[in-house]
């Protein structure tokens, strides 16, 4: 039966989602290998539904490995252990293109391994992607000496995008990804700060990634077919969604991340605060009394707040690309700045009291 909220597409949107022809669906369907949910008996009129889209990316794929319709019809119809032994059965008939179809098997094992191990809940991405993503985020892991909650790196899929956070409550990193391919299912969990490290190195050169949440909540990460368990359900970790939510909208300054960061480097050493003044010049660094350009406009009524040097240094450190955006609305709430790559990255920074006057 087709749930009362699953979403039909006709035969044209699931080609399009699933980037299959329509000559190909049908013939799918003649021969028994993926049927449409439900066909108008008046009409003719071919209806998919969302959830078979991941089917019609499997059928294509065994299609692409060559499998005769009888021998594929098989495999549809068996359990994973048999499954298996089909699959090694038509690589071993090939054996002048062994190399290639023992590729493709070997991914639709690990999709057999994957299904078996997190249902549906899982995510593939780029490794190297992922890894950077990690890096970037990380500076703002809380000390879980502190706060055990906030010594995680919180991670989620969401509209076909994967998102991470980090924050130790000073300030909230935020960095989203476009996944390869995600699961029907969301992941919500935290990556321990402690598995972090090993997280990073085994994903350096790495060639595959899918991450998965069993239905415990333990986090899963199979890197190149090994499994590391890196995290779990991560409880208690904040809203961020509703921080980011209250902020007030404020005025964007764009400048060049190679002058913010030269301005930063100019002033003087061992002061543990700086002030970021906005006005009709643009933006500005005040350290100590001494005041450095780093250029850009800013649109809004002058401003300055004051901020933890560290904290805006490693913020500024952590953007992607030639330019950071500068948000600000007010001297009592946050800064925000944003990168864009491959993915978008923002930090959101709390103000400090200004030193006091010598």
Not at 180 to 200: E, K, M, N, Y
Not at 201 to 211: I, P
Not at 311 to 340: C, K, N, Y
Request: aromatic content about 6%.
């Amino acid at each position: 039966m087709l749930s009362g909220v699953e979403q039909l597409l006709t035969i044209g949107e699931f080609a399009q989602r699933c980037g299959l022809s329509r000559s190909a669906l049908r013939f799918y369907a003649q021969n028994g290998l993926l049927q449409p949910r439900i066909v108008d008996e008046q009409t003719g009129y071919r209806y998919y539904a969302m959830s078979q889209l991941s089917e019609a990316l499997l059928v294509s794929r065994l299609r692409a490995a060559e499998m005769p319709v009888a021998m594929l019809r098989e495999y549809l119809a068996c359990t994973a252990p048999a499954q298996k032994e089909i699959l090694d059965r038509h690589s071993n008939s090939f054996q002048e293109r062994a190399r290639a179809v023992n590729d493709m098997v070997l991914e639709l094992r690990d999709d057999l391994d994957r299904a078996s191990r997190a249902g549906d809940q899982w995510c593939a991405l780029t490794p190297g992607e992922f890894a950077a993503a990690l890096d970037q985020v990380s500076f703002a892991v809380g000390d879980p000496t502190q706060r055990v909650e906030l010594g995680v790196i919180w991670l989620e899929t969401r509209e076909m995008s994967l998102r991470l956070v980090a924050t130790d409550s000073f300030r909230l990193a935020v960095r989203d990804l476009v996944p390869d391919d995600v699961g029907p299912s969301a992941i919500r969990g935290a990556i321990d700060a402690g598995a972090l490290q090993d997280l990073i190195a085994g994903l350096r050169g790495a060639r595959s990634l899918v991450l998965s949440q069993n239905s415990d909540g333990f986090l899963n990460a199979s890197v190149d077919y090994q499994s590391l368990e890196i995290g779990g359900a991560g409880e208690g970790f904040p809203d961020y969604e509703r921080i980011l939510a209250e902020l007030p909208l404020g005025d964007q300054a764009v400048v060049e991340r190679s002058e913010l960061e030269g301005a930063l480097a100019r002033l003087p050493s061992g002061t543990a605060e700086v002030a970021l003044r906005l006005d009709s010049d643009g933006l500005a660094l005040e350290s100590n009394g001494v005041v450095v350009s780093a250029g850009g406009t800013w649109p809004g009524s002058e401003l300055t707040i004051w901020l933890d040097r560290n904290f805006m240094t490693e913020a500024v450190h952590a953007t992607v690309g030639p330019d950071v955006t500068i948000e600000a609305a007010d001297a009592l709430q946050p800064v925000t700045l944003r990168s864009a790559d491959t993915g978008t990255f923002s930090v959101l920074t709390m103000p400090i009291r200004p030193p006091n006057p010598v």
